[in-house]
């Protein structure tokens, strides 16, 4: 079992940057894919980025790509996002997650939520 726990989150303004990290406890963390999701009000949750347990396999949404981030350093038992060019329509709570499989891209898939860490994007 893994626990998470998001930071990072805040207001910025439109065009700005933020890293987001995720940390999980346990010590089979680099057993586990891991991924980025959101939920605006209102909508649902969404998927925004995953990665494979080593690293070097990373799926994006299409609304993020070219603008966010996705990685993860094992030793450290963390992942990250690093935001850019921030829109106000990226504003919304940003959740990690994980599962001990294959990297995956939506919400179903995960077994290992956080507990969210809000995005405001400012226009």
Known sequence: ???????GGGLVQAGGSL???CA???????SY?????????????EFVASINWRGWNTY??????????????NAKNT???Q?????????AVYYCAARQSTVAVTTTQYNYW?????VTVSS
């Open 1 to 7: 079992q893994v626990q998470l726990v998001e930071s």
């Open 19 to 21: 890293r987001l990290s």
């Open 24 to 30: 999980a406890s346990g010590r089979t963390f680099g």
């Open 33 to 45: 894919a891991m991924g980025w999701f959101r939920q605006a009000p209102g909508k649902e949750r």
């Open 60 to 73: 994006y949404a299409d609304s993020v790509k070219g603008r966010f981030t996705i990685s993860r350093d």
């Open 79 to 81: 992942m990250y996002l």
């Open 83 to 91: 935001m850019n060019s921030l829109k106000p329509e990226d504003t």
């Open 114 to 118: 956080g507990q969210g860490t809000q």
